[in-house]
């Protein structure tokens, strides 16, 4: 039997990782798309891919499972491109981190007989690109599938296959009604990526931020890591979830609040079971 | 020549990697107290004290240099109650994270003719006490030596004995005036600490909490690392320097607003150039 064609779009950090990973389970053959010639000869070179082309509309005729890789906004354009060059029977899935445009856009292009199923894999790095790409990448992460109710245009054996996936990968498996998507992810992933950003400015956007920054130690370090990451990926990802990051911010705005009476009352008690409710919490998190 | 005895008060995370480095380095005979018997035995088990004591009045009567490495306000009591023990020519030094109410508290207490000067080794960890405690906890960080020139109860020498304490231990050190310390530990540290617990609350301390700390990535792990922190030493911490983190909290409402205009106006170049200077920042430090 022919192996299925998994066509990757877009060979950065996911893609390029997919793509090392689904070479080494042998299970597809794998075909890739990136906007630069070096990065297809680069994937090429490494046996990430057997074929690569730097124009995507191969991709999308000759691929079974078409993955969308790269950033949602772009990712939808691409798509709303190419899409007209798909097979029917084939299943479209995406990486995004935020879903609402970019689903919608995959619907209002998807032709008839092509399938959609999203997913997310919970892996990344502030540093992107193919050169960071490696087939480990997804190993103990969480592989969201997402079930959309409200279409028809998918099958339980795509699930399945898309699941499966994230098991060869070495992923935890969670499937999740798709509209919960982003409401969830503004506040474990946009925010806390807002967050390390605003930090940042706030120790080092000023005369003084140069000393500040040499006397910073681990504690700054971590909080502010993912500020490092792709800024105009990362607006694309803020800005297509904005309405539910602006409620995690107000969130944020209420604990501030919070915060600032325990400081201004001098409540030491009010601070201290705060501050152990939020280790609780990061505990938990950890024992996961 | 007979070595100067160093007596470390307190054998938690930072007093106990103290022990441990000087006994390493040779120069100091070490000594320290703890309030609980077991770590006593286990620091004088593993060699880390040449004697140990569970009271401190014991430790304050032979140090030559006394090193404050309790909770900012534990140190305080403890050294109200015990300086009368100290004798004249004695170096006091402390570690605390803020200092404004400690470092008042040693100079309303602080015998004639005794020392003082306040160091900040920036390191750290989530997790603390003795058991975490390793020799090499302070390689490649910095160690702040404050000098505080409102005062005359120190010499030149001891801010190089301190000082080369600190490069002994493989850190880099910093010569800061005493008065700037809790302004820049605000948003270096105090900040972020408050912050991660904040990010912590927002994604679990609701009805869906457990399931979006399943879904949690490598990104949220980082940004709340700190928040698994010890909540009533931070509690001391936050709240002896609570003027100077209302400030910076003051500072980070006024971040939030700006990023919630740029996304509530769907001001993409903004939001952009926004992320793009606090990577900036960010890779100043990661550089540095």
Chains 1, 2 share one sequence.
């Not at 005369?207 to 500020?227: C, K, M, P, S």
Request: proline letters at 3%.
């Amino acid at each position: 039997m022919m192996k299925k064609v998994v066509g990757i779009v877009g060979l950065g950090l996911i893609g390029g990782s997919m793509a090392k990973a689904l070479q080494q389970g042998g299970k597809y053959s794998v075909i890739g798309y990136a906007r630069r010639l070096a990065t297809c000869e680069e994937a090429l070179a490494c046996g990430a891919v057997e074929e690569a082309f730097t124009d995507p509309s191969e991709v999308f005729k000759r691929a079974d499972i078409l993955v969308l890789a790269l950033p949602p906004d772009t990712s939808g354009v691409v798509f709303a491109q190419e899409a007209q060059h798909l097979r029917q029977g084939t299943l479209v899935t995406d990486v995004a981190s935020t879903k609402t445009n970019l689903v919608a856009k995959v619907y209002a292009h998807l032709p008839p007989g092509v399938r959609f199923v999203s997913v997310h894999p919970m892996a990344g790095s502030e540093k992107g690109g193919f050169d960071m790409a490696k087939a480990s990448l997804f190993e103990r992460c969480t592989w969201i599938v997402l079930q959309d109710s409200t279409v028809a245009c998918w099958r339980r054996e795509d699930i399945e296959e898309l699941s499966s996936m994230g098991e060869s990968f070495g992923s935890r498996v969670i499937v999740l009604p798709l509209a919960e998507h982003d409401c969830f992810l503004a506040r474990i992933s946009h925010l806390p990526h807002a967050v390390a950003s605003m930090v940042t400015r706030v120790a080092g956007n000023d005369g003084d931020g140069d000393l500040r920054l040499r006397l910073a130690a681990g504690g700054f370090r971590d909080v502010t890591r993912v500020a490092g990451g792709n800024p105009s990926m990362w607006r694309e990802i803020l800005m297509g979830n904005r309405q539910e990051l602006l409620g995690a911010l107000e969130a944020l705005e209420s604990e501030i609040r919070e915060l600032k009476d325990f400081l201004r009352h001098e409540d030491t008690v009010g601070l201290e079971n705060y501050l152990a409710r939020a280790k609780e919490i990061r505990d938990k998190f950890s024992a996961l």
